[in-house]
């Protein structure tokens, strides 16, 4: 069954910790980004790997850490210095670098408490 | 700054009834415009997708593009109830990833 697997579904954080979120895709895709959603908000762009080892930031970066070892993955860390990390997260994967659809994960609900 | 935008909504319609939803982008040189839609506390799935002027059908959803107008809007024919959900308009330009509106919100009344 091919598709983008993200997990936790939920998870949740105290302050000051960090958190890494799990994001797989099987489709053989080279391209995978991160998005945020915040209530009533669009998705903005966290992070994007347009081949593995090479990654780029996007519109709100700050606080977050992303590597891309393998094809497959691309774990998404939301470290402390993340002010307001509480948040719906995004996977999504293209077949190739920025010019076809993207698709997306189930996402990760995460909670600062 | 590449921008997408979209009236939030809610828009009503009645079961059976055309639903028009429409979104404008910045960027001239935009090349690819998607239509996904998210249900609440789920993610976004694609739908349709549109890359020259025109019109694109898929079954009860037409998309249309008007580069020149900058302007792309998706046509949800027969509207369900099941269709009640919040619609993405999304622009792909250059070498950038996917810009995403805000979205618009459709409530189909049964």
């Known amino acids: 069954d091919g598709g983008i697997t993200q997990s936790p579904k939920y998870l949740f954080r105290k302050e000051g910790q960090n958190v890494t979120l799990s994001c797989e895709q099987n489709l053989n895709h080279d391209a995978m980004y991160w998005y945020r959603q915040d209530p009533g908000q669009g998705l903005r762009l966290i992070y994007y790997s347009q081949i593995v080892n090479d990654f780029q930031k996007g519109d709100i970066a700050e606080g977050y850490s992303v590597s891309r070892e393998k094809k497959e993955s691309f774990p998404l860390t939301v470290t402390s210095a993340q002010k307001n990390p509480t948040a719906f997260y995004l996977c999504?994967?293209?077949?190739?670098?920025?010019?076809?659809?993207?698709?997306f994960g189930q996402g990760t609900r995460l909670t600062v408490v | 700054q590449k921008e997408v935008e979209q009236n939030s909504g809610p828009l009503s319609v009645p079961e059976g009834a055309i639903a028009s939803l429409n979104c404008t982008y910045s960027?001239?040189?935009?090349?690819?415009f998607f239509w996904y839609r998210q249900y609440s506390g789920k993610s976004p799935e694609l739908i349709m997708f549109?890359?020259?002027?025109g019109d694109k059908e898929d079954g009860r959803f037409t998309a249309q593009l008007n580069k020149a107008s900058q302007y792309v809007s998706l046509l949800i024919r027969d509207s369900q109830p099941s269709d009640s959900a919040t619609y993405l308009c999304?622009?792909?330009?250059?070498?950038?990833?996917?810009?995403f509106g805000k979205g618009t919100r459709l409530s189909v009344i049964a």
């Open positions: 999304a622009v792909l330009s250059g070498n950038t990833p996917l810009v």
């Open positions: 960027d001239r040189g935009s090349q690819s």
């Open positions: 549109i890359y020259s002027n």
């Open positions: 999504a994967s293209s077949r190739t670098a920025m010019n076809t659809e993207a698709f």
